[in-house]
Each structure stands twice: as structure tokens, then as C-alpha cells.
């Protein structure tokens, strides 16, 4: 990867073209588009019909686009740190939103364009993505400016449009002097739910309005390379668009993403565009982790070799047409999300030529080995046919085992982020269900040993939370019945104890000791299978105090203190806790 031929090849086809020489001088910038929760297949580059996405078909049609490009991981924080650091999550750590920041020790795509002497700035628009978390590395400006005080409104993760983030993006790159070249990271987090399109694309969708939110970060899309363009920085900026993950939008029974590894939410686009980069379709597996390689050397950027030491490769050669040495190479997928959250198996997998193969280490079938399952996304796109072929399948787990190890023993240190009550109550916003706050880290040497699959059990995350809203709404027969079907269901993990907990918990609000116990019982067994969830705790104390037994329901609250630092209120409470103990009143 080295900097000079690029250099002077750009130079000279500079000269030859229409744009002259004044601006070719300039080294190559770099402009990095991530859409949060985006779908390949609802642009219409990729097939879909009255899509409402010109400006990214038009980049498509201008550049290579990548037919089977993969996420690492379907979770906004593990995904871009794959993106900016050209490593899968067994080597960068971070495994879910909010619970560690990326060490400083890895290696950004910020930080190398940096030292090669561009100018740096990130504008996201998501919490997940906040400064906190250690992507800001490397960037002399991040734009991580919310609006408001996190978890301002329950439910709803702390983010801005897209209009706000393009506008401070085009301001950035319009106070750039004309011979200063750049790497700016632009996050639009719009098509993440709840789906809540500006009211143009909310009529022109209203049957549909997460492809509402994907129009309409299109325009805005528009609008930021329409500035690129008057700012003469069209032919020497490398454009590279793809989506962190995809939204499963009910498919294989996930509602929204982070818990399956199926291609609605592994399966990304990809679209790269600029100098260098002719029009093509590149129907090879590619994976994020290539993206950062694939950048610097577009922009003849030297990073030593730093972004492909952990599988990443620069797909330059794939986009001019030179698919020589691609084939039978292994992208890596995962999700820790399942075990994080509900104590089931991660899944891991792999993609490599036309295969999906996807094991979940920690849950074993009937043969005493992994459950796992093999698919053929080319020629089976909704992955409704798991195929039985054996050979690639024992091939393809014996690939994985070697690659997990190998990773594994590359891991960056991490950095634990312990987070202040108002990001704890962000982070429980975020949606991804009972995220109340986790302050544990996955070690991934820990299988447990007779997890169950999240495949088999997926129908219980809805279940849970319907349990919790019916409770606590008072409808306790609708949430009585909801419990017994996820009684039925036997999901294992901790989940059953938390919705037997929150079940009886809010009955026990409305008088009944009994159903305070038994609230109690469960969500003590709760904390002892995952003592690292805050909200469990919390509830248990709730439960003991109602008992009126006050010194173990302080306990409780002094072992949630331990895992976050509290907020005035919570301190409060917990003083008052105290006298009550101390008086015994
Ligand atoms: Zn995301």
C-alpha cells in the first residue's frame, strides 16, 4: 500500500481530465457516509422498486457497488468501530452499545489520515455513537451534539436528523481552505426506530414509514455531496456510503436488529465512488472490515499495513474489475447481544463464496455439537431454506473455531466506560429491549455451556415486553396470558425470572404481599445469573422494600451503585432507605 504511485497517477489523470491541475495538486480526501439501519435491499440501486433513493443510486451508477458487502456485528457501536478500525470484534472489544469504549491502542482510520496531514471532523447523530465511546480518536472535530438531555423522552434514543447533521458537516468542510484535504465521517441515524419520517416523506410513505426515513436521508445525502460539488471537491474525494446494519422488520421473528445474524441485518450496502473507482457491479462477499484498507489506499494514504492485520483488504482491486485472490476468504460475523442481555448463546458465523454459516457456540443440538445453520444467501436471500449439505458445513465450522481463536488472541485491551445515571438512562432508551444497563464485558472464552439458541427463542424478547407494559398498564390478565406463553416457550436465560418478576411486581404495587414475594424470589434469581444488570437490582430492592425488608432491599441498592455511579434523586433514596433501616421505621 504505497502512497506515491497513487499520488502521481492521480496527478497526472488529473491534468489530462477537464478539472485541471489546481485541485488534483491536492491529495485525495476522504468522505465516509454511514446510514444507521439501513437495508440493502430498500435502495434502488439494490432492486427496490419506487425506492425514493436517486442520490444513492445515482453514486451507484457512477461507481462500484457492492452486491454482498457484511457488517461484523448488527450493533451500531461494534459495526463502526469495525468501519474505522478495519477489525472484527474479537480484536476492537466492544460487543454492545454503552459498555466499553474502543481503546485508545487500536488503530483508527481517523487517526492515520490525520497523521498523513488531512483534516478530520465526524459529524453523528446517534447516542450509541457518542464521543464517550472512543470512536472520536483521531478527529480534530466530532459533532456528537444531540439537542436536549438524554432519555428526554422515555423509549426514544437521543439523536438529531439529518438535516442538522449534514448542515454542520457542509459548514465544516466550507471553512476548509481550498488547498486542505480531509477524512469526514458523516453517521445519519434516521431509519433506526421508532420510524418518524419529516412529514413530506411520512405522506409520500405513510404505508411505510421506515422507507419514509431512508427517502429522506437520501435528500439529505443529496444535499451533502451537492456541497462537496460546489466546493470543486467532487473529483478528488474517494465517497464510500454503506449502513452499519440492517433492520429485520419482522423477518425470522426479530422486530429491529442486534439479535440475529440473518441477512436483513448483517447484509449491508456498500457504494464507493471517486477517483480511480470506474462504474461496476462486484458481486464478491466483502465485509466492513475492508473498508478502512480499501479508503486509505483509494486516497494514497500509507496506515503501515495497520488496517489489514486483522482481515481486513482493500477491495481497490475488486472495484477495478481484479477479482484475483478474493474467492474462499471468510468474513467474520457476530453478535454477543443475545448472551449480553437475555443469558442465551452469542452466534458467530461466517461468509465465504456463496455460503452463510452461522453457529451458536454456547447452545448444542441433539448431536451434542453446536446447533448451527448453513444457507446460500446469493440464491436464497431470505434465508427460508437452511441447507443440510454436511461437508461445507463441518468445512466452514472448522474455519470459524480457527478464526475465533486467532482473533481472540489479538484482542485490544478495553476500556470499561463507566457511564453517569443520565447515559445510563440514554442507554435505556436505546430500544433494544431490558437494556436497562449492563456493566459487565463478555469474555468470549466463556461459553456457556447449555445456552439456548436465540434462533428458538426469539418470540420471547416481544412476549417480555409486552408482560412488562400489560403489568404495568394494570391489564393483569392479557399480561397473565403472555406469561404463560412464554412459560410455554421455556427460554431459558434469565427471562422467565425477569418477567415472573415484573408480573408480580406490579400486582404487588396494587396490595398483594404475596405477589411482592414471589417478585422478590424472581428477580433475586435474576441477579444471581446476571449480577451485572442495574435494573434487576433495582426492582428487587423495590420489591423488599414494599416487604418492608429494609436492609436487604439497601443491599440491593448499594450493588446497583456499584455498577453506575447514581444520580441526586437515586442518592436521595437511598439515604432515606437508610434512616428507615437504621430507625427500623
Ligand atoms: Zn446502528
Do not use: K
Given at each position: 500500500m504505497n502512497a506515491a504511485p497513487w499520488c502521481s497517477a492521480a496527478l497526472l489523470l488529473g491534468c489530462l481530465?477537464?478539472?485541471?491541475?489546481v485541485e488534483s495538486a491536492r491529495p485525495r480526501s476522504i468522505l465516509l457516509v454511514t446510514l444507521d439501519t439501513?437495508?440493502?435491499?430498500?435502495l434502488g440501486c439494490y432492486g427496490?422498486?419506487?425506492?425514493?433513493t436517486p442520490v444513492l443510486d445515482a453514486l451507484a451508477a457512477r461507481g462500484a457497488r457492492f452486491e454482498r458487502a457484511y457488517t461484523t456485528a448488527p450493533i451500531t457501536l461494534p459495526a463502526h468501530a469495525s468501519i474505522l478500525s478495519g477489525s472484527p470484534p474479537p480484536h476492537?472489544?466492544?460487543?454492545?452499545?454503552?459498555l466499553a469504549a474502543l481503546d485508545e491502542g487500536v488503530e483508527t482510520l481517523a487517526e492515520v489520515a490525520r497523521r498523513a496531514g488531512r483534516r478530520t471532523a465526524a459529524c453523528v447523530s446517534g447516542f450509541?455513537?457518542?464521543h464517550l465511546f472512543g470512536?472520536?480518536?483521531?478527529?480534530?472535530f466530532y459533532g456528537d451534539?444531540?439537542?436536549?438531555?438524554?432519555?428526554?423522552?422515555?423509549?426514544?434514543?437521543q439523536e438529531r436528523r439529518a438535516d442538522a447533521t449534514v448542515r454542520e458537516a457542509g459548514d465544516w468542510l466550507a471553512r476548509l481552505a481550498p488547498d486542505e484535504s480531509f477524512f469526514l465521517w458523516v453517521h445519519l441515524?434516521?431509519?433506526?426506530?421508532?420510524?418518524q419520517p419529516p412529514a413530506e416523506f411520512a405522506q409520500r410513505f405513510a404505508a411505510d414509514p421506515y422507507q419514509g426515513e431512508i427517502a429522506y436521508t437520501d435528500q439529505q445525502l443529496g444535499v451533502l455531496l451537492a456541497q462537496l460539488d460546489a466546493l470543486g471537491r467532487t473529483a478528488d474525494t474517494v465517497v464510500l456510503v454503506t449502513a452499519d446494519h440492517g433492520e429485520?422488520?419482522?423477518?425470522?421473528?426479530?422486530?429491529?436488529?442486534?439479535l440475529l445474524l440473518y441477512?436483513?441485518?448483517?447484509h449491508v450496502p456498500l457504494l464507493l465512488a471517486g477517483p480511480?473507482?470506474?462504474a461496476r457491479v462486484v458481486p464478491t462477499p466483502v465485509s466492513h472490515v475492508d473498508l478502512a484498507a480499501t479508503l486509505v489506499e483509494l486516497a494514497g494514504i500509507d496506515d503501515g499495513g495497520a488496517f489489514s492485520r486483522h482481515g481486513g483488504r482493500s477491495l481497490a482491486p475488486l472495484a477495478r474489475g481484479d477479482a484475483a485472490g478474493f474467492a474462499a476468504r471468510p468474513l467474520y460475523l457476530e453478535t454477543y447481544f443475545p448472551r449480553l442481555h437475555y443469558g442465551w448463546s452469542e452466534l458467530v458465523g461466517l461468509a465465504r463464496d456463496e455460503w452463510k454459516y452461522v453457529a451458536a457456540p454456547g447452545a448444542r443440538g441433539a448431536d451434542g455439537r453446536a446447533r448451527a445453520e448453513l444457507f446460500?444467501?446469493?440464491?436464497d436471500p431470505l434465508e427460508r431454506s437452511a441447507r443440510a449439505d454436511a461437508q461445507p458445513a463441518q468445512e466452514l465450522a472448522d474455519v470459524l473455531h480457527a478464526l475465533r481463536a486467532e482473533l481472540e488472541a489479538s484482542a485490544a485491551p478495553l476500556t470499561r466506560h463507566v457511564a453517569t445515571a443520565d447515559e445510563m438512562d440514554a442507554l435505556a432508551a436505546l430500544?433494544?429491549?431490558?437494556?436497562?444497563?449492563?456493566?459487565e464485558l463478555p469474555s468470549?472464552?466463556?461459553?456457556?455451556?447449555?445456552?439456548?439458541?436465540p434462533r428458538l427463542v426469539v418470540e420471547a424478547v416481544p412476549l417480555l415486553s409486552a408482560i412488562r407494559a400489560q403489568a404495568g398498564a394494570g391489564q393483569f390478565e392479557a399480561a397473565e396470558r403472555a406469561l404463560a406463553r412464554l412459560e410455554a416457550l421455556a427460554?431459558?436465560?434469565?427471562v422467565l425470572h425477569e418477567a415472573r418478576g415484573d408480573f408480580h411486581l406490579a400486582r404487588g404495587r396494587a396490595g398483594s404481599r404475596t405477589d411482592l414475594e414471589r417478585a422478590a424470589d424472581e428477580f433475586a434469581a435474576a441477579t444471581a445469573l446476571k449480577?451485572?444488570?442495574r435494573g434487576l437490582w433495582l426492582r428487587r430492592s423495590e420489591a423488599l422494600q414494599q416487604l418492608g425488608r429494609l436492609a436487604e432491599a439497601l443491599e440491593c441498592i448499594d450493588h446497583a451503585l456499584e455498577l453506575a455511579p447514581p444520580t441526586p434523586q437515586f442518592l436521595e433514596a437511598r439515604e432515606a432507605l437508610k434512616k428507615r433501616v437504621e430507625t427500623g421505621r
Open positions: 481530465g477537464a478539472l485541471g491541475c439501513t437495508r440493502a435491499d430498500r427496490r422498486a419506487a425506492a425514493g476492537h472489544g466492544l460487543r454492545d452499545n454503552g450509541p455513537l457518542s470512536l472520536a480518536q483521531g478527529f480534530e451534539d444531540f439537542g436536549g438531555a438524554h432519555g428526554a423522552r422515555e423509549g426514544v434514543i441515524f434516521d431509519a433506526h426506530d421508532p420510524y429485520a422488520l419482522g423477518e425470522h421473528g426479530e422486530a429491529t436488529h442486534a441477512e436483513a441485518t448483517v480511480d473507482v470506474p446460500s444467501p446469493a440464491s430500544g433494544y429491549g431490558g437494556m436497562d444497563v449492563l456493566a468470549a472464552s466463556a461459553d456457556s455451556p447449555s445456552a439456548q439458541d427460554p431459558g436465560g434469565i449480577p451485572g444488570r
